[in-house]
């Protein structure tokens, strides 16, 4: 119980003392650097030139909300998967969310580019416990947590055409994002349910399969989807990212876990990992084989170094495949230090017994409260045996 | 348990292979019919006239993704009614409009008209299994059941105006069609509600005619919805619809079971099939009535035929009554027919004690399946007995 | 159980009354006063100048739909934290939507403006009942429960921009009132998740918090959306609704409930009252410090009649804050009027012992049923003691 209530002062310290740096820290930042657009501002709207107005992401506005969409519900159910981290699931995501909202206006002046995932998806996890075995019983999902679940992965379906397509171009190359990315969900999503069942207990589908799987062929367009790599290919690579993603999940992660000590539990490097990768390398092969007649006009949008001549297609390639490497060298190094600072003892992280668990971050209503608490006790006696 | 586990062979050979088989033959298809279109393909985009964009429907982009919104989300979630087949309500609607969206592509390409709806909607039953009184206790919902399931009637009703609009031309007829839409599904709502506590034991609501009936207001104008049927007009047929359809779960729905051996368990004819009847008749009436002043020069949108000489509007009335003839005699012997095929042996339907139950086909977690089980063992306990 | 019997007959008569007479006094209101309008009417479709199109707000489609999206989906879900008032709330706010949305193309006929939750929110309380603590093991969520309310909480998150925008102009004003509203919403959401680990006991966050202050900074920006508010302005207004929200929650609400004997379940004065004043004070202040150099042209769109020389800044704001008396006085008169209304015998309110109870309105399924005749049945014998 001492550990259980140092554990909540530190939550009590910690989390206002960082919401109210941050967000002290941006309000400052938006003070200096942040001013309406001309497409925004009351003052420049009527002098400025309107044709421009699409080519700014924060103004398209039905993207916007899309992505929104897709992040805060898509994200936050699909991890409420588990039987008692659901407030966790949702709420953090929630505030996080709602944090990367203002950073990203600031990372965006900067950078000139945005990507609505990235600052999300680059949070979590390179972390072992040892004695995680202790928590191992609320790793799974109840009936109706899997259904939360569902919520999220549908809406992940649905808007991440919108997701691919909102740093492309407008026009073409926008229709042709959402249109490959549709075909490539859609593959994906009949490449799970087959290995699914061809894999499984008494050909049995797995939740677990479908709530993760079926979106891979988002993830694996999404370097290629503005490039012309036709409708049958689209189809054919969102086939083989939810057939290597099932596969992952079946066979590759009980070794992560048993061998490499890596505990994944929504599957990040299943339907993250390896079809991103695989995704990357469909982008540099595309891009390797880009000619003016095949892209026209559009290669300027496209491939804008190719089409003024100061980049080949070949080398276009090749720069794609060492930012794949220098993507992959980052994340490593990034969840190695996060890993590191999460074990940091000031930071107080759950004990190994209390894993996956809303009760020690959340007020949880009192029926479920009753459960937890009978075994945390249960557990606290063994652990002193 | 020998039946369950034969059953079990029969899923796992026979959902992947058809998985299989039918991605191969779209993949086939497309590489050979299916190309980018001039909005969409790179080469082609800047050399074409871009004004007729908004009349391709697959980028209208907005209500492509709405559609699917409904699809994927409203049709999902409505079916998780059932205690225990949450799982399969939305795993194989997700499966099947996956599939839906790429032979669309292909069908559209042939018919050169689309309507998101149609080929999900001609897939479910005309079956009656003798014995089925022996999964009746799973025929019901449960309190977070029910709750799930108003996430997909909220979704289909706010979606419905897009649904219905969407095959419409652009302009006023798409304006039209969702204004109309919307008022008849809310004077539906009102007329669910009320015929629901005037015949309920008590006075007391029914969940089942809530999710249900309220969106019978969108069915009953999907044929009429782009005519000028006036606003009150579009109140009065959705009032109608609602009405008719809380009357046929209220006092059909069970004549149909008893003495016609009919099980309907989403009340499909109730909520698609009389108030679709009874639009496609409003439409014919409509369409009958069009003159060249009502509609002004956007006659020539509506009913180009009229437009242009070549019918009269009683003829085009008479075509619509002939086209409602000819999808009803379709419909009972696609029903048929599919009916028959799943009572093919090879394809193993689960046994009359097993129906509404995702654990045939799902694995579920831990807490759901011990009691299953149990209710399992005593069932065949009974049948052998 | 006489009283339990003699209110289900009132719902039985008194609800289909209602239903059947205002759906009946709405399709007579709308055969005389609507028509469709030049945008909708086919004949009048190609006559007119289409470019004003963007200014009605029946026809910019998609903030309609995202209204609705936030009204049906966003109040119906948010109230479902009740552990067993979940039908209510989704079934009758569904209701009182779908009559909303006829409702308000009658009222918006005359008072050529339209503000779509203005309807909804001045529905409930002023209300106090004596023996409430009858019901009070009610009034408290379930796990799930307080999931299916984070689909409220995050729906209307995502569309409150929309929302806020909906009135305004197309254009640079729609923009700012989107942007305000996101930053405004983003800074509230840190500063209750900072407020709840703070005040809360042990740290630990509070679902009713992250439910409801989160949306404050929606509110806040509400006046003041389409004003110059600058990008840090609006985070400032945000994090200082999110504030007093929790606060408000924290130890204004126990102290209203004991001392004034008001019930708000929902905590609407946390929410929507407390912010709302504040945003009306910052529309007040903003309003008085508009010039021409800030606004240029645009300040004809926001403040027209400072733009023509009618009215100076200053009485602008003087103006507004009457605006701000009028409606209190209103709130004040309307709330009481109602809330002595709803205590009229003829009405057949629950007795104290049965509020927050799906089961006196609902057919409510077979399990949970059972449950609650329990404790009704204890209750009975509690009273008769």
């Known amino acids: 119980m001492a550990r259980n209530s140092s554990h909540a002062t530190g939550l009590r310290v910690q989390l206002p003392v960082l919401c109210f ?28 030139n309107h044709s421009d107005m699409d080519n700014d992401f924060y103004f398209r506005y039905p993207s916007f909300q899309d992505v929104h969409t897709m992040i805060f519900i898509g994200f936050g159910f699909l991890m409420t998967f588990l039987q008692r981290y659901g407030f966790s699931s949702i709420g953090f995501n929630f505030l996080l969310s709602a944090f990367s909202l203002q950073w990203s206006t600031l990372v965006q002046g900067f950078l000139h580019s945005f990507h609505g995932g990235k600052i999300y998806i680059g949070v979590e996890r390179v972390l072992y416990r040892s004695h995680l075995d202790k928590s191992k019983h609320r790793e799974g999902s109840v009936y109706h947590s899997d259904l939360f679940a569902m919520i999220g992965t549908i809406f992940l379906w649905i808007f991440w055409p919108s997701f ?79 057939t290597i993603s099932t596969l992952g999940y079946k066979f590759l992660m009980p070794i992560l876990e048993s061998k490499f000590k890596v505990q994944d539990t929504c599957g990040v490097h299943n339907l993250h990992g390896m079809p991103g990768v695989l995704g990357a390398l469909l982008g540099a092969l595309v891009a390797g084989l880009a000619t003016h007649q095949t892209y026209g006009d559009g290669l300027e949008n496209v491939f804008p170094l190719i089409a003024e001549g100061h980049r080949t297609a070949t080398s276009q390639a090749v720069y794609q495949l060492f930012g794949l490497f220098v993507t992959l060298l980052l994340a490593s190094l990034g969840g190695g230090v996060g890993g590191l600072l999460l074990r940091l003892p000031c930071l107080s992280s759950p004990p190994d017994s209390q894993c996956y668990e809303d009760q020690i971050y959340w007020e949880v209503p009192l029926e479920h409260e009753d459960e937890v608490q009978g075994h945390l006790r249960s557990e606290d006696t063994e652990t002193q045996a």
């Open 164 to 242: 691919n397509s909102a740093p492309t171009n407008t026009g073409d190359g926008q229709h042709r994002t959402a249109l490959n990315t549709y075909y490539s969900l859609g593959a994906s999503t009949l490449s799970t349910f087959a290995f699914s069942a061809l894999l499984s207990r008494g050909g049995k589908l797995d939740m677990v399969h479908i709530q993760n799987a079926a979106l891979a062929g988002g993830v694996v367009v999404g370097t290629s989807g503005e490039m012309m790599i036709t409708p049958f290919g689209a189809l054919i690579a969102g086939f083989l990212a939810g």
């Open 21 to 48: 740096f941050l967000q002290a820290a941006i309000i400052i930042l938006f003070s200096f650097f942040v001013r309406y657009n001309h497409e925004t501002d009351s003052a420049l709207w009527h002098q400025s």
